[in-house]
T-cell receptor, first 114, second 114 residues
Framework: QKEVEQNSGPLSVPEGAIASLNCTYS??????FFWYRQYSGKSPELIMF????GDKEDGRFTAQLNKASQYVSLLIRDSQPSDSATYLC??????????????FGKGTRLSVIA | GAGVSQSPSNKVTEKGKDVELRCDPI?????LYWYRQSLGQGLEFLIY????????KSGLPSDRFSAERTGGSVSTLTIQRTQQEDSAVYLC????????????FGQGTRLTVV
C-alpha cells in the first residue's frame, strides 16, 4: 500500500461547480496534512495545511481531515478555469517539530471547463 | 533571499558524467528537502536535512546520489556517473522547523542525460 494515495484523474468539473479532491494515507502516526497545487511546468505551491480533525476554510478552499478514516480532502468552491492544475496531497509525522520529510501522493489533475 | 533558489535551471549532460545541483533555501529555514519529479509523475523524496540532525537519506535511489548542506544553508545534490533514467526535474524545498512541513519550493533544475 502506498503511503499517500490519490486518484490521478483527470477530474473534470464545470466552471462554478465544487471540485472535491481526495487523499488517503497509510501511516496512522501522520500528524500534519498539506495540499499543494502544481501548474504544468511549475513547482508545487502550498494551498492549505490542516492538523486537526474537521474542516478548515480559506477563501474558496476547504480542507477536511478525518484521522480515524485516514482521509483528507480538499474542496474548491466556485471552481475557475485558473484552478486547473495538479493537486498534491502531502503528509508527515511531525507537528511542531519538522523532523520527518513530507511524503507526497502522485497528485490529482483537475480540469475546470469554462 | 526572498525564495528558494536553485541552479542551474536546466542542465544537459552526457551519460557517465557527474553533475552538481545547487539549492539556496529561504534564510532562516532549518529544514531542506530534495525531491525528484519525472515527467507526469509525483514527487519522489530523495533526502532531508533538519538543523544539525543527521540527514534522512532514505530516499536516495543509489550510491551514485549524495547531498550535503554546508553551514546549515546551501545544499548541493551530486549525481555521479549519470544515467538516462536520472533525467527528471530536481526540486528543492525549505521550511521552518516548527511548521512541520509548510515547505516552499524552488523552481527546480531540469536535468537531461543524453
Amino acid at each position: 500500500q502506498k503511503e499517500v494515495e490519490q486518484n490521478s484523474g483527470p477530474l473534470s468539473v464545470p466552471e462554478g461547480a465544487i471540485a472535491s479532491l481526495n487523499c488517503t494515507y497509510s501511516d496512522r502516526g501522520s500528524q500534519s496534512f498539506f495540499w499543494y497545487r502544481q501548474y504544468s511546468g511549475k513547482s508545487p505551491e502550498l494551498i492549505m495545511f490542516i492538523y486537526s480533525n474537521g474542516d478548515k476554510e480559506d477563501g474558496r478552499f476547504t480542507a477536511q481531515l478525518n484521522k480515524a478514516s485516514q482521509y483528507v480532502s480538499l474542496l474548491i468552491r466556485d471552481s475557475q478555469p485558473s484552478d486547473s492544475a495538479t493537486y498534491l496531497c502531502a503528509v508527515n509525522r511531525a507537528r511542531g517539530s519538522g523532523n520527518t520529510p513530507l511524503v507526497f501522493g502522485k497528485g490529482t489533475r483537475l480540469s475546470v471547463i469554462a | 533571499g526572498a525564495g528558494v533558489s536553485q541552479s542551474p535551471s536546466n542542465k544537459v549532460t552526457e551519460k557517465g558524467k557527474d553533475v552538481e545541483l545547487r539549492c539556496d533555501p529561504i534564510s532562516g529555514h532549518t529544514a531542506l528537502y530534495w525531491y525528484r519529479q519525472s515527467l507526469g509523475q509525483g514527487l519522489e523524496f530523495l533526502i532531508y536535512f533538519q538543523g544539525n540532525s543527521a540527514p534522512d537519506k532514505s530516499g536516495l535511489p543509489s550510491d551514485r546520489f549524495s547531498a550535503e548542506r554546508t553551514g546549515g544553508s546551501v545544499s548541493t545534490l551530486t549525481i555521479q556517473r549519470t544515467q538516462q533514467e536520472d533525467s527528471a526535474v530536481y526540486l528543492c524545498a525549505s521550511s521552518l522547523e516548527w511548521t512541520g512541513g509548510v515547505a516552499f519550493f524552488g523552481q527546480g533544475t531540469r536535468l537531461t542525460v543524453v
